[in-house]
T-cell receptor, first 112, second 114 residues
Framework: DGGITQSPKYLFRKEGQNVTLSCEQNLNHDAMYWYRQDPGQGLRLIYYSQIVNDFQKGDIAEGYSVSREKKESFPLTVTSAQKNPTAFYLC???????????FGEGSWLTVV | GDSVTQMEGPVTLSEEAFLTINCTYTATGYPSLFWYVQYPGEGLQLLLKATKADDKGSNKGFEATYRKETTSFHLEKGSVQVSDSAVYFCALSDSGTGGFKTIFGAGTRLFVKA
């Protein structure tokens, strides 16, 4: 089935560690996005990529990094510089006219 | 810049009640408008969309009409069910530098009681 796959679903990180969240899509979409959602809150854009080998910072990029080496993949690294990383992370993609965005199931990251 | 404002929740209704969740937007161009639904612990699912003024999006008994004159896209359902309990996000997508950007409202939590 076509869709967006995020892994892992749950991840625990010790303070000072970097972790990488995986996002893969088989929708042949050009654009991919990462959002952060805190409990009871809306979505905040971390990074987005409109095309392979190119990406832009969103509203809260500090402490995060991404790469876009393949069209299908847009991994997000949460670095030790991110002071409050515990949150729900959502990957998304958009194709066609680029104006309808579709989401993965999300990944929960908890710092222990 | 572009923005989306939706009514604060939570909204609590009894089963079979009528639902309205208000959404208004500001945009410099001609955006497309969306409603997404998020069930607990899951990602967002596209519920419906409208791409131009006076379009009506509909799905699963929900509907919303793109009103350019009032810059609104209110979500309605005639008879809610317990299974509709979720968080609903209004969003707009507009072109700009760097391609399309989607902007989300803060979300409105809906509780439906049996």
């Amino acid at each position: 089935d076509g869709g967006i796959t995020q892994s892992p679903k749950y991840l625990f990180r010790k303070e000072g560690q970097n972790v990488t969240l995986s996002c893969e899509q088989n929708l042949n979409h050009d654009a991919m996005y990462w959002y952060r959602q805190d409990p009871g809150q809306g979505l905040r854009l971390i990074y987005y990529s409109q095309i392979v080998n190119d990406f832009q910072k969103g509203d809260i990029a500090e402490g995060y990094s991404v790469s876009r080496e393949k069209k299908e993949s847009f991994p997000l690294t949460v670095t030790s510089a991110q002071k409050n990383p515990t949150a729900f992370y959502l990957c998304a993609s958009a194709g066609g006219g680029l104006n309808t965005i579709y989401f993965g199931e999300g990944s929960w990251l908890t710092v222990v | 810049g572009d923005s989306v404002t939706q009514m604060e929740g939570p909204v609590t209704l009894s089963e079979e009640a009528f639902l309205t969740i208000n959404c208004t937007y500001t945009a410099t161009g001609y955006p497309s408008l969306f409603w997404y639904v998020q069930y607990p612990g899951e990602g967002l699912q596209l519920l419906l969309k409208a791409t131009k003024a006076d379009d009506k999006g509909s799905n699963k008994g929900f509907e919303a009409t793109y009103r350019k004159e009032t810059t609104s896209f209110h979500l309605e359902k005639g008879s809610v069910q317990v299974s509709d309990s979720a968080v609903y996000f209004c969003a707009l997508s507009d072109s700009g530098t760097g391609g399309f950007k989607t902007i989300f409202g803060a979300g409105t939590r809906l509780f439906v009681k049996a």
